[in-house]
Nanobody, 121 residues
Framework: EVQLVESGGGLAQPGGSLRLSCATS????????VGWFRQSPKGREGISCI???????YYADSVKGRFTILNDHVKNTVYLQMNYLKPEDTGIYFC???????????????WGQGIQVTVSS
C-alpha cells in the first residue's frame, strides 16, 4: 500500500522558516517523482518537485530562492525547507508521488493527507 505522510507544518511568522517532511512507503522510491503542491483559495499549485531517478528539481517562480527540496534515498523521505516565508505561502501542502509524470505536472497518482501551513504575525 502506497503511503505518503506529511509532517512539519504549523504556524510561522513572516520571514520565518518551516521544514516539511514527506515519509513514503509502498513503492520503489528511486523510480518516482515526488513533489509538494499547495492548496489555497487560488487553487492547487505545484510548488516544488524532485525526480528520485536523477535528482532534478523544479520550483515555482513564487518560491525560487526561498524553498529547497531534498530527498533522502535511505529514509525514502522528501523534505521541503521553506525560508523567508510570506503570508501568501499560507495553504494546505500536499505531498504527491508519481512514476511517470514530469516535475510538478499534475495529476499525480498518489497523495498524502495534506498539512496546514499558516504564515502570519
Amino acid at each position: 500500500e502506497v503511503q505518503l505522510v506529511e509532517s512539519g507544518g504549523g504556524l510561522a511568522q513572516p520571514g520565518g522558516s518551516l521544514r516539511l517532511s514527506c515519509a513514503t512507503s509502498g513503492f520503489t522510491f528511486d523510480d518516482y517523482t515526488v513533489g509538494w503542491f499547495r492548496q489555497s483559495p487560488k487553487g492547487r499549485e505545484g510548488i516544488s518537485c524532485i525526480s528520485n531517478t536523477d535528482d532534478s528539481t523544479y520550483y515555482a517562480d513564487s518560491v525560487k530562492g526561498r524553498f529547497t527540496i531534498l530527498n533522502d534515498h535511505v529514509k525514502n523521505t522528501v523534505y521541503l525547507q521553506m525560508n523567508y516565508l510570506k503570508p501568501e505561502d499560507t495553504g494546505i501542502y500536499f505531498c504527491a508521488a508519481d512514476p511517470i509524470r514530469g516535475l510538478c505536472i499534475n495529476p499525480y497518482d498518489y497523495w498524502g493527507q495534506g498539512i496546514q501551513v499558516t504564515v502570519s504575525s
